[in-house]
């Protein structure tokens, strides 16, 4: 029988992944939390166990790890962006160790030891991101700002925003196809056509969400949906209410937070996270 | 008689930028509990007059109106259609611009969230207006963008029924779906007819679906009502609904044809197997 | 001095004015057809217009010291008699579905032409984020705001990258936003007036000022070398600045004529 599936903000997950055991308001602050530790952390060897930690929260949850295939391009982009910043734009101090000289360009050890810690940083950072956007369904963003007590219209605001990515892609790959129909190969064109073909994807896009701005506002108003601010008045919160906190998700939150203050306190009372520690310093 | 619960009168529109009148001077009175089908061809004002009945118009657009649409005791010029929404539930003919949640559980509470119902209320009508529209309990989790047409369209009724408003206007709801969605639907407004005592307003294209289930027949034309009656007596001058551009069923115009040939003197049937009748009497006579 | 309505606020304008006409005399003299300030006007009377204010040359004097409110055709941000114009529902909805436009728009150009972190060589997003400003207002500002976050993160970029970038994307809405609602431009770009104030604040200022920002969030989160700065800041610039003109340019010639008859344009902030 094949597995039920939930479809998230980037593709889809099993019904019965645990991931869905927590409320989605911990799932929205594990994001916010855990984002935050490899912007404190700058030692690499804590990054790289950040970034296995994290393939083995894809595989307990039960994500596709073809996800992180797509962002293939994406990891090797920014691998030669940081190699080439470092290398070509790292700047030269008479103590640095040259690698190799390419005319005017010394590539050393200093600036290529640094990028390496700069990437292996962001890998773990884009792999939280992938994760969040890999199990989290709209509804979920909604129910968990609602949960953080959010005014309604806020959080409303953010699902209807999510959907409308959804209703825009539809709309951009519909024009695409009638172009292709046309035998348009927008791959084979040089950069200005494509960027002259872009102009006529975005006016109909934008022209779009006009129009559907009248609709999804006749359905609100419809609907009995007072704009009254930022109050939420006398409505209910019958989506929210079915949603409970449970101890696991009072433990993954401590944990969480435990974690992000003790390497706040560490790295700020101790060099214990210093980069000097590292291997890579060693070498 | 009672008082009607939606009071048309002398209602002029026009939108903004527009030489034309969409409206030119609409008298319509509808009684609570009623089900009326309203008809005309396309560009004849249907929409304009659906939506001046929840006050989209005149509130939503700009234009200029004349005459007054009091629905439930409200002026819809002196009410927001917030207001009168709680009175006027409105479904659009594109299921999928009318929805505003990500699951359909959350469609279908969104309007009872708004007027702050206790939860089990909420839960109580919820499971009503799913009962009523025949979508399943699994459904709830889904996001209704990926349900077929007619599904879609079910939900979007269902959201609408949860509020259970005094009047329903359902605006060309098959118009976007295939002929199964377009069964689906006219299957759950048969079903609303039989188990909820709702005033309906359907714009339909589809007569042979709305005839049998209508007390009342609208005809709209370029902006006027040239006729309102029950359908029976609506469907008798076929002759007059074709120069007015709607094309009743076959099997009316079969049967007026047969009237036209000296055939057959009776009234019009309104179903095919009434029809079905009327030839069999024919051929028997002979 | 016969300053009219609006006393130190309207003083202000005056004082922009100067700058402003200053500025198109600069632009003029350098990209202008005949070297030289702008053409006199032939009346010794003839003006410098802003907004509802036409600013009197006296002969004598080359730079306007005198001021009298002389009434002038309406702009489309000026309100009817007696219109009330409140926040609503298509606000709301505006808001989200430019989000969705913009995300799209920036996730597209964000892996066409990547220069690391979000930063792009071709950057299609900062067209809805000044269109969306002058369109909607407030609404179009904080969904041009918000947007580059969604198609960062789509893109791959970290999220506290993306929280850094908020205030330059905040600014690359708001000034044109503020820009075409001071100085009453058409946001059709009817006028040369109107084009230079887009190419002003809504392509050049805007964005330098975005960049600026970026990169020096990007330098203090220690992502990029103080070396690389010119790189990343000239790639932000040209990356948005381009699209900004030819896209920007292209939704406000092609919407324009129909977004300010629709009811979600915001002839102030909010309404």
């Known amino acids: ?283 | 008689m009672a008082e009607p619960v939606i009071r048309v009168e002398g209602l002029k529109w026009k939108y903004e930028g527009s030489r034309d009148w969409v409206l030119r001077g609409v008298d319509l009175e509808i009684h609570q509990g009623e089900f009326v089908g309203i008809v005309g061809p396309n560009d004849s004002g249907k929409t304009t007059l659906a939506m001046s009945l929840n006050g989209l118009v005149p509130n939503n657009y700009p234009g200029v109106m004349e005459g007054r649409v009091v629905v439930d005791g409200m002026d819809t010029r002196e009410h927001s259609v917030a207001e009168i929404a709680e009175s006027v539930g409105f479904v659009f003919p594109d299921p999928e611009s009318q929805f505003l949640s990500m699951t359909v559980e959350e469609e279908v509470v969104f309007a009872l969230e708004n007027r702050g119902f206790p939860r089990e209320e909420i839960e109580e009508r919820m499971w009503w207006a799913l009962e009523l529209t025949n979508i399943p309990e699994d459904y709830l989790e889904k996001p209704p963008y990926e349900l077929s047409g007619g599904e879609k369209q079910r939900v979007a009724i269902a959201s609408v029924l949860a509020m259970r408003p005094k009047i329903i206007v359902l605006d060309e709801p098959t118009s976007m779906l295939d002929p199964i969605g377009k069964t689906e639907v006219i299957e759950v407004l048969t079903e609303m007819k039989r188990r909820y005592n709702a005033t309906v307003i359907v714009i339909e294209h589809r007569l042979e679906d709305i005839a049998p289930l209508a007390d009342k027949m609208v005809l709209v034309y370029r902006g006027t009502i040239p006729k309102v009656a029950p359908p029976r007596e609506f469907f008798q001058d076929v002759d007059f609904l074709l120069e007015h551009d709607v094309f009743p069923p076959d099997v009316m115009v079969l049967v007026n044809e047969l009237r036209r040939r000296g055939l057959y003197d009776g009234p019009v049937p309104m179903t095919v197997d009434e029809a079905e009748g009327v030839v069999r009497e024919i051929l028997g006579r002979r | 001095m016969g300053v009219g309505r609006g006393g130190g606020r309207e003083l202000i304008r005056v004082a922009l004015g100067r700058t402003f006409t200053s500025v198109i005399n600069g632009l003029w003299t350098v990209f202008g057809a005949k070297k030289g300030p702008l053409p006199r006007p032939r009346s010794r009377r003839a003006a410098i217009v802003e907004g509802n204010l036409k600013f009197i040359r006296p002969p004598s004097n080359p730079y306007p010291i005198q001021a009298v409110v002389i009434p002038m055709p309406r702009t489309v941000w000026d309100r009817e008699p007696g219109e009330i114009r409140r926040p609503g529902t298509i606000h709301i909805a505006i808001m989200a579905l430019l989000i969705g436009v913009g995300a799209v728009a920036g996730t597209f150009g964000s892996l066409s032409v990547p220069l690391g972190y979000g930063v792009t060589g071709f950057w299609p997003g900062v067209a809805v984020q000044a269109v969306g400003g002058i369109w909607f207002g407030m609404w179009g500002v904080i969904a041009g705001f918000l947007f580059p976050f969604i198609s960062n993160s789509l893109a791959g970029a970290p999220l506290y990258v993306s929280f850094a970038y908020l205030p330059s994307n905040l600014i690359q809405g708001l000034l044109p936003a503020w820009a075409f609602r001071y100085f009453k431009a058409d946001p059709s770009l009817k006028s040369g007036r109107d084009w230079i104030l887009f190419l002003v604040f809504g392509v050049i200022v805007n964005n330098i000022l975005g960049a600026a920002w970026a990169v020096t969030a990007l330098q203090w989160f220690g992502l990029i070398t103080v070396e690389s700065v010119p790189l990343f800041f000239s790639g932000w610039t040209i990356g948005n600045g381009v699209p900004a003109l030819i896209f920007g340019a292209i939704l406000l010639k092609a919407l324009s004529p129909l977004v300010v008859k629709h009811r979600s344009f915001v002839k102030g902030w909010w309404a």
């Open chain 1, 1 to 283: 029988m094949p597995t039920k599936m939930r479809r998230s903000l980037l593709g889809y997950l099993p019904v019965d992944s645990p991931i869905f055991s927590l409320h989605p308001m911990t799932r929205l602050l594990f994001l916010l939390i855990v984002s935050a530790y490899p912007m404190i952390v700058r030692l690499p060897e804590l990054n790289v166990a950040g970034s296995i930690f994290m393939l083995a929260l894809f595989k307990v949850s039960k994500v596709d790890l073809r996800v992180i295939k797509n962002y293939k391009m994406a990891f090797v982009n920014l691998f030669f962006v940081i190699a080439i910043a470092y290398t070509f734009f790292g700047g030269y101090n008479p103590d640095y160790r040259v690698l190799i000289k390419l005319g005017p360009v010394k590539v050393c050890w200093e600036n290529l030891r640094w990028a390496t810690v700069v990437y292996i940083q962001l890998i773990f950072a884009i792999l939280i991101m992938i994760f969040f956007l890999s199990t989290m369904r709209e509804r979920d963003i909604v129910v968990g700002l609602r949960a953080l007590r959010v005014p309604f219209v806020l959080a409303y605001m953010a699902g209807l925003a999510l959907r409308s990515i959804g209703l825009s892609i539809i709309d951009f790959n519909t024009i695409r196809e009638a172009e292709k129909a046309r035998a348009l190969d927008l791959q084979a064109l040089p950069f200005s056509e494509k960027v002259k073909k872009f102009g006529m994807y975005i006016v109909p896009l934008v022209a779009l969400a006009i129009r559907r701005s009248d609709e999804v506002s006749n359905a609100l108003d419809s609907r009995g949906f007072r704009f009254t601010g930022l109050r939420s008045g006398r409505r209910t919160d019958y989506i929210l209410s079915k949603y409970r906190m449970t101890r696991l998700d009072y433990a993954v939150l401590a944990g969480m937070g435990v974690f992000l203050a003790g390497i706040v306190l560490i790295s700020v009372y101790t060099d214990w996270l210093a980069l000097e520690n590292s291997l890579l310093y060693r070498i």
